[in-house]
């Protein structure tokens, strides 16, 4: 069983700043990537920003410049930095985790946390 679980959501004011944490436990046997997804009412969910094993990473336009992403492999943690937030951005953000959860098979598969909520308002 993998288990992805998310924290440090919360209300912020316009230009404040949150950071989000995800920890990926349980049979884990490599993990290629770990990236941030959210879901904002009445809307799909998007791509926020991810970072793959070779440090590679990749923002959405909305965000560029104002969150960043970062990994700490020895605890299969990722973390969003997330600055100068402004109300578009409230939404429920999710964890990802592109993993492989068994030494037999070679084949990576997507995990997903139960999500943290982010409010940015005034």
């Known amino acids: 069983q993998v288990q992805l679980v998310e924290s440090g959501g919360g209300l912020v004011q316009p230009g404040g700043s949150l950071r989000l944490s995800c920890t990926a436990s349980?049979?884990?046997?490599?993990?290629?990537?770990m990236g941030w997804y959210r879901q904002a009412p009445g809307k799909q969910r998007e791509l926020v920003a991810t970072i793959t094993s070779g440090v590679a990473t990749n923002y959405a336009d909305s965000v560029k410049g104002r969150f960043t992403i970062s990994r700490d492999y020895a605890k299969n943690t990722v973390y969003l930095q997330m600055n100068s937030l402004k109300p578009e951005d409230t939404a429920v953000y999710y964890c990802?985790?592109?993993?492989?959860?068994?030494?037999?098979?070679?084949?990576?598969?997507?995990?997903w946390g139960q999500g943290t909520q982010v409010t940015v308002s005034s």
């Open positions: 990802n985790a592109v993993l492989k959860a068994s030494p037999l098979i070679s084949t990576y598969d997507s995990y």
């Open positions: 349980g049979s884990i046997f490599g993990i290629y990537a």
